[in-house]
């Protein structure tokens, strides 16, 4: 059994799913989401379609475009409708929504925005309506993938089936018999349904009359403020479910329990932040004292309210927002805090250049195919045969003229006609660990970087990334950097080539950027998406050269350090100096590198470090 606020989403989005945008459904599949999806149905007007997005559609079967059978059996243009265009008026299921591509999501958008699809492409022009609604089903289990945000913003409510009901849920306290009574006292579903289609027809009837008070829009975004919901498009969503419940319930006008709703299903999921205590934000508004004038009420001569509604006196007008305020601090989860640090981290690891998976390159045989592109098919790339006839398709009808044998081919391709497929796989990542080996503490960060590697490298085994390891530190013979451990995905390997690792001596920490600088230029052009991890204090006194200097290794090291940034690779600068210096935050600017002061940290806490950049 679903809660009800899931239950009443479903029933608010079958009632206006163009107005609303649609609703982001987080669960696997399951006995919940099905009630769910037969809740939708119910409610959906009679006819409305119901289509579902592929993960693999392309553009031309999502947005529309050339008929490639009907246009060669005519021998001109013919448009085909997409997948958005068909489902004007009713819904667009989305599978899987966590994994989609930023433009599959970028089109959805605009769908949704301006509720219609533009075609201007192979020869053909036009406006289709597309009034859908989107549900999108997050079926995410780890937290590695999200749905984009683009599209996330865009709809209207976030419905979670996989927590028990909540507090603010009217449902989540009945008990498995009571369940069990109401089953079997429950009339049949086909009269259910048939009530629930007659409602949810005399709610679409009654909703463009339908109009949020001036109050209760100013009570959401007060919410929404308090809230640290950043987005207007979510306060207006929270009117329109305001306005959308009403309806529901046979008002004319939203009440308090249709804005606490909107502020459940709406902008409670949205929250960046717990709402102020009630008392902090009394002592901010200080009472006039006695001596000062209170300013003047404003003036209602311009916009006189009508005599059978008169105004709301400001003690309404505030515990309205109170009361929708404390809806929805009734509605956040117990474990805010810690969700909204997960969600920031799986946003900053999905905005990453790299990911924790590696970036995306593009090949000519080799990966998913992703689309297809004008060339020849003799320079190792492979015909795309569909889009080469999609090409030719609209100039058949010329070129029967122009070459009227009987004898001819019955469809003329040209050269130029041809397209091959364009493949695009992942990189593996290369985490370049670059050690400073010298002075009397390194003994304690050579312990570190050892353990680090060594936790880093079990999940690179699963993931199929490597680990390289590159050191410095002054010798008598001036040999200042080493490439101690070359780019490998063998534990064994690392931990022999660890073991045996020496420390002391100064710091040519010029030597140690060059060289890691070379490693990761190596892992590019092979292919790979490298990340470099720095340990040091920052702190040279080996040039270049091999001379000693404070001075003159400084500059030299800052030298080095500004080359980097042309790299265009994530860098973290880990200080586990016992007193960080400014040097090291100097020099990891000039890198473009993230700085980390762990002046106390182990190696879990190094992998830790690492693994929050890497993912």
């Known amino acids: 059994m679903i809660p009800v606020d899931a239950r009443l989403a479903a029933q608010l989005l079958g009632i206006d799913p163009a107005g609303l945008g649609g609703v982001l459904l987080r669960g696997g599949p399951g006995p919940r989401r099905d009630d769910w999806m037969a809740t939708l149905r119910t409610t959906l007007p009679a006819g409305a379609p119901m289509a579902s997005m592929p993960a693999h559609i392309d553009d031309d079967r999502l947005l529309g475009g050339l008929d490639l059978g009907a246009t060669l059996q005519a021998g001109r243009p013919i448009a085909r409708r997409g997948l958005l265009a068909q489902s004007d008026g009713g819904i667009v299921l989305v599978p899987m929504a966590e994994r989609m591509t930023r433009d599959r999501a970028a089109h959805l958008a605009s769908a949704l925005d301006t509720r219609e699809v533009v075609i201007e492409r192979e020869g053909l022009s036009g406006r289709l309506p597309a009034r859908v609604g989107v549900v999108a089903f997050d079926e995410g289990i780890d937290g590695e993938e999200a749905v984009p945000p683009a599209l996330v913003e865009r709809l209207a409510m976030i419905v979670d089936l996989r927590a028990p009901p909540g507090d603010g849920d009217r449902a989540g306290h009945t008990s498995a018999v009571d369940d069990l009574r109401t089953a079997i006292d429950a009339p049949p579903r086909t009269i259910i349904d048939d009530t629930v289609t007659r409602r949810a027809d005399a709610a679409r009837g009654r909703l463009p009359a339908i109009r949020c008070s001036d109050e209760l829009l100013r009570a959401l975004v007060q919410a929404a403020d308090a809230l640290g919901v950043g987005s207007m498009r979510a306060a207006w969503f929270a009117a329109r479910i305001a306005c959308v419940a009403a309806a529901w319930a046979g008002r004319e006008t939203p009440d308090t329990d249709d804005a ?5 299903l709406v902008l409670a999921p949205r929250a960046t932040r717990l709402p102020a205590p009630a008392d902090d934000e009394a002592q901010e508004v200080e009472a006039p ?17 009508p005599p059978d509604q008169p105004s709301p006196t400001r003690d309404e007008i505030e515990a309205l927002a109170e009361r929708v305020l404390e809806a929805a601090i009734a509605a956040l989860p117990p474990d805010l805090l810690a969700r909204l640090a997960g969600e920031a981290a799986t946003a900053a690891r999905a905005g990453a250049a790299g990911g924790r998976a590696g970036a995306m390159r593009v090949s000519r045989r080799r990966g998913r195919p992703y689309g297809s592109r004008r060339g020849d098919p003799r320079a190792g790339a492979r015909l795309h045969l569909i889009d080469t006839l999609r090409a030719a398709a609209p100039w058949q009808a010329v070129r029967r003229r122009d070459d009227p044998r009987d004898d001819a081919p019955r469809v003329r391709v040209h050269r130029d006609d ?22 009397s503490a390194a003994l304690n960060r050579l312990a570190e970087a050892k353990g680090a590697v060594e936790l880093l490298l079990a999940e ?3 993931r199929r990334d490597r680990v390289a390891l590159v050191t410095f530190r002054g010798l008598p013979d001036g040999a200042g950097a080493d490439l101690l451990l070359a780019p490998t995905r063998s534990l064994v390997r690392a931990k022999r080539a660890l073991a045996g690792l020496p420390g002391g001596g100064g710091t040519p920490l010029a030597s140690g950027l060059e060289l890691a600088r070379r490693v990761v230029e190596d892992e590019a052009r092979r292919g790979a998406t490298p990340l470099v991890v720095m340990l ?13 200097g404070r001075a003159k290794a400084a500059e030299d090291a800052l030298a080095a350090a500004r080359a980097w ?10 200080d586990i100096s016992p007193q960080p210096q400014e040097s090291g935050r100097v020099l990891a600017q000039a890198m473009g590198a993230r700085y980390l002061p762990l002046p106390h940290a182990d190696a879990r806490q190094v992998s830790k470090a690492v693994m929050g950049v890497a993912r």
């Open 260 to 264: 606490a709703l909107a502020v459940r």
């Open 289 to 305: 004292a006695a001596n000062e004038t209170s300013p003047p009420p404003a003036s209602d001569a311009d916009d006189p309210p």
């Open 418 to 439: 041809f397209h091959v497929t364009r493949y695009r796989q992942k990189r593996e990542t290369t985490t370049v660990f670059v050690v400073d080996a010298s002075g």
């Open 460 to 462: 690179c085994y699963v």
């Open 536 to 548: 040091s204090d920052g702190r040279a006194n080996i040039a270049r050269d091999g001379t000693p």
């Open 565 to 574: 940034p042309a790299l265009g690779v994530g860098v973290l600068w880990l």
